[in-house]
């Protein structure tokens, strides 16, 4: 079964940090890019992120550009977050979802995690 | 960025009722255009893609069209299980910019 889960998430006060991680299964991982989407409590969604299948495109959403250093390792199946300098409006559900056309731009997301929740409060 | 106006925000439809919902880019992008169904506490489910093809495995009453800054979702038919919020999302420039999505509710 193709599956995707998150984990990491948790309550951090503003200034902090939290490392999330994606674990990715059932499907050959080091040929997809993947990408951090996030969505704050009642709101829509928010790209964050994009690192493509070798790592050698790597994007961000200004919102979290110079704070936020996605990485993966393909060895490990495995994507992560970092997260420095977290503020309150980082607050959100954070998913990992698949690249589907297998470019180094992001395009559709074909498979989602469940979500991790970060919460940024004193 | 480009920015992505859905319209209605919400709308409530009955079992059966064909639900068309719309999407306006703020420039041109081509086809490159993608409508996720998102259900309450779940994660976001991709169904359609490049504006018109329809996810493997996602049934045949949903459907887009459209081109450049104008598209449209369509639910055929609506079923009790469609119930949920659908977002389109464009990927022809950075930053990857999402709808504000259209909250479907039963009648």
């Known amino acids: 079964e193709v599956q995707l889960v998150e984990s990491g998430g948790g309550l951090v006060k503003p200034g902090g940090s939290l490392r999330l991680s994606c674990a990715a299964s059932?499907?050959?991982?080091?040929?997809?890019?993947m990408n951090w989407v996030r969505q704050a409590p009642g709101k829509g969604l928010e790209w964050v992120s994009s690192?493509?299948?070798?790592?050698?495109?790597?994007y961000y959403a200004d919102s979290v550009k110079g704070r936020f250093t996605i990485s993966r390792d393909n060895a490990k199946n495995s994507l992560y977050l970092q997260m420095n300098s977290l503020r309150a409006e980082d607050t959100a559900v954070y998913y990992c979802?698949?690249?589907?056309?297998?470019?180094?731009?992001?395009?559709?997301?074909?498979?989602w995690g469940q979500g991790t929740m970060v919460t940024v409060s004193s | 960025d480009i920015q992505m106006t859905q319209s209605p925000s919400s709308l409530s439809a009955s079992v059966g009722d064909r639900v068309t919902i719309t999407c306006q880019a703020s420039?041109?992008?081509?086809?490159?255009l993608n409508w996720y169904q998102q259900k309450p506490g779940k994660a976001p489910k991709l169904l359609i893609y490049?504006?018109?093809n329809l996810e493997t495995g996602v049934p045949s009453r949903f459907s887009g069209s459209g081109s450049g800054t104008d598209f449209t979702f369509t639910i055929s038919s609506l079923q009790p299980e469609d119930i949920a919020t659908y977002y389109c999302?464009?990927?022809?420039?950075?930053?990857?910019?999402f709808g504000q999505g259209t909250k479907l509710e039963i009648k």
């Open positions: 979802a698949r690249d589907r056309g297998g470019w180094e731009l992001p395009d559709a997301f074909d498979i």
């Open positions: 059932g499907f050959t991982f080091s040929s997809y890019s």
């Open positions: 690192i493509s299948s070798s790592s050698s495109y790597i």
């Open positions: 420039q041109d992008i081509s086809n490159y």
């Open positions: 490049d504006a018109s």
């Open positions: 999302q464009q990927y022809d420039n950075l930053p990857v910019t």
